[in-house]
């Protein structure tokens, strides 16, 4: 088994501010992924990376960046907060297998004031 | 591009009434996988259960479901719901080299006693 683990739990952050999120992965995986979740819009793909020095576009990659430092980890950037803005970052990682099971990190909750 | 349709935000039932979660994709992709994701209250998506052969009934946990290719259908059934069933289940896209999922919006589960 394995775990993933992302910090912050909580981010509170002003207008116009750089966020970084960090996630950590202990599975040996190589593909992680970095999901928006709102309510009622499902979980929206940011940004993936399928091994270690690659990175990949989403579906929502915009007003983001993106760092796959390591193999096990993977950091997400807003690269300017937007006002009132709230959402849940999900983190998830998974096997080179083709449609193997992805595994979620606990999410960072971000709001900005 | 690929995308997944879940028309019901919220379905709310009495425990013991049958569960049946609606899901349709589309994609131009001959091969498609497809999945279920769950998420309980307060904690991270997992996945319930995954399918790529057509009309063949897939089961885990007393769900089931069945791709049909023809209709472009992954439907989440179950018998008989229980209280412990209420949670936000998504129904999740993979096709290609099946690195990239394309999530619904998903559907809210509300089981009353």
């Known amino acids: 088994g394995g775990i993933i683990t992302q910090t912050p739990k909580f981010l509170i952050g002003q207008e116009g501010q750089k966020l970084t999120l960090k996630c950590q992965q202990n599975f040996n995986h190589d593909t992680m992924y970095w999901y928006r979740q709102d309510s009622g819009k499902g979980l929206r793909l940011i940004y993936y990376s399928i091994t270690e020095n690659d990175l990949q576009k989403g579906d929502l990659s915009e007003g983001y960046d993106a760092s796959r430092e390591k193999k096990s980890s993977f950091s997400l950037t807003v690269t300017s907060a937007q006002k009132n803005e709230m959402a849940v970052f999900l983190c998830?990682?998974?096997?080179?297998?083709?449609?193997?099971?992805?595994?979620f990190g606990p999410g960072t909750r971000l709001t900005v004031l | 591009g690929d995308s997944v349709t879940q028309t019901e935000g919220l379905v709310t039932l009495t425990e013991g009434l049958p569960v049946m979660l609606n899901c349709t994709y589309q994609t131009i992709y001959s091969n498609p996988f497809l999945f279920w994701y769950v998420q309980h209250l307060n904690e991270s998506p997992r996945l319930l259960l995954k399918s790529f052969t057509d009309n063949k009934r897939t089961e885990h946990q007393g769900f089931h479901a069945t791709l049909h290719k023809s209709s472009s259908s992954f439907h989440l059934q179950k018998s008989s719901a229980q209280l412990s069933d209420s949670a936000l289940y998504y129904c999740?896209?993979?096709?290609?080299?099946?690195?990239?999922?394309?999530f619904g919006t998903g559907t809210s589960l509300l089981v009353d006693p």
């Open positions: 999740a896209l993979s096709v290609g080299m099946g690195y990239k999922l394309t």
């Open positions: 998830a990682s998974t096997s080179r297998d083709n449609y193997a099971e992805q595994f």
